[in-house]
């Protein structure tokens, strides 16, 4: 190998790793985007609570001590939710999580 493709090849080689990094880069500028695009209509929708009976109960945050954890959810999805699976998504996370005045982070349930 001669000094003008060694030359030749170390160019190519740093051209095709600018190509890769500005690719890496919009991607990573465009994920930024698709956050606070999902965290702003996240804000906007309105969160409400549900009990063990299937009732909504309004906004999302527990009412009084004697309630428990409550289950909450977007108010469009659990109007679109019946009260049966409402009642059953409720109870699944007090059985996840039974001490109501337990400290620390949330645990979350999956709504079916």
Do not use: H, Y
């Amino acid at each position: 190998m001669n000094i003008k493709q060694i030359i030749s090849e170390t160019i190519e080689a740093e051209q095709d790793l600018n190509a890769l990094l500005q690719g890496i880069e919009s991607d990573l500028a465009n994920r930024d985007k698709e956050i606070d695009e999902n965290l702003r209509k996240w804000f906007k929708d309105k969160w409400v609570r549900f009990g063990p009976d299937g009732k909504i109960r309004g906004d999302c945050a527990r009412g009084s001590s004697s309630e428990g954890k409550p289950k909450c959810l977007p108010k469009s999805k659990a109007q679109s939710m019946g009260k049966k699976a409402r009642k059953t998504a409720a109870n699944r996370k007090r059985r996840q999580d039974p001490k109501k005045n337990r400290k620390g982070k949330a645990k979350n349930v999956k709504t079916k």
